[in-house]
């Protein structure tokens, strides 16, 4: 994942998740949902997973927020 601060056009956090060199998911801050990027990663999972996910990722950009505010 990565975080920004005051760029222009640019989400504050974005996070991909990758398998082989080949994205499989895509998160970021302005949309605040994870999503899959391929279609076999959508066929194997479910609302309940991306429920479950969003949560997590949600929890990562609190915590990349918090880190760039002390750096």
Same mark, same amino acid.
């Given at each position: 994942?990565?975080?920004?601060?005051?760029?222009?056009?640019?989400?504050?956090?974005?996070?991909?998740?990758?398998?082989?060199?080949?994205? +499989?998911?895509?998160?970021?801050?302005?949309?605040?949902?994870?999503?899959?990027?391929?279609?076999? +990663?959508?066929?194997?999972?479910?609302?309940?997973?991306?429920?479950?996910?969003?949560?997590?990722?949600?929890?990562?950009?609190?915590?990349?927020?918090?880190?760039?505010?002390?750096?």
């Amino acid at each position: 994942y990565t975080g920004s601060s005051e760029v222009p056009n640019f989400p504050e956090f974005v996070a991909v998740g990758l398998v082989d060199d080949v994205q +499989m998911v895509h998160y970021d801050s302005n949309t605040r949902k994870p999503g899959p990027k391929q279609d076999w +990663m959508r066929e194997i999972t479910d609302e309940r997973y991306w429920e479950k996910e969003t949560q997590i990722y949600r929890s990562y950009q609190q915590t990349s927020k918090n880190n760039t505010e002390i750096a």
